[in-house]
């Protein structure tokens, strides 16, 4: 069973970076698709970022781009988040997740990191 456990959350001023990690166990690095999403308060879960294991293909929403970067270490099992430049509408609870390759939907959570951009 693949487990996801995210850390490096916290606080930071608009205009700041924050690093999240994502390690990720239970089942071949490889073989899985990894990204991250995110829920504001009151607000939908949002796809933030994607990066494909056959490729490394990563993807973006235009709410994001140019300031966020997926990144994954094969050797280590771990997915990271480098967010820079955040701003206050950033603020949300940031969900590690992962889909075996071929899959369209990602069907495994992580119990999620906050990150809080206080202006």
């Known amino acids: 069973q693949v487990q996801l456990v995210e850390t490096g959350g916290g606080s930071v001023q608009a205009g700041g970076s924050l690093r999240l990690s994502c390690a990720v166990s239970?089942?071949?690095?490889?073989?899985?698709?990894l990204g991250w999403f995110r829920q504001a308060p009151g607000k939908g879960r949002e796809s933030v970022a994607t990066?494909?294991?056959?490729?490394?293909?990563?993807y973006y929403p235009n709410s994001v781009k140019g300031r966020f970067t997926i990144s994954r270490d094969n050797e280590k099992n771990t997915v990271y988040l480098q967010m820079s430049n955040l701003k206050p509408d950033d603020t949300a609870v940031y969900f590690c997740?992962?889909?075996?390759?071929?899959?369209?939907?990602?069907?495994?959570w992580g119990r999620g990191t906050q990150v809080t951009v206080s202006s």
């Open positions: 239970g089942r071949t690095f490889s073989e899985l698709d």
């Open positions: 997740v992962a889909r075996a390759v071929g899959q369209t939907k990602f069907g495994i």
């Open positions: 990066i494909l294991s056959i490729d490394g293909s990563t």
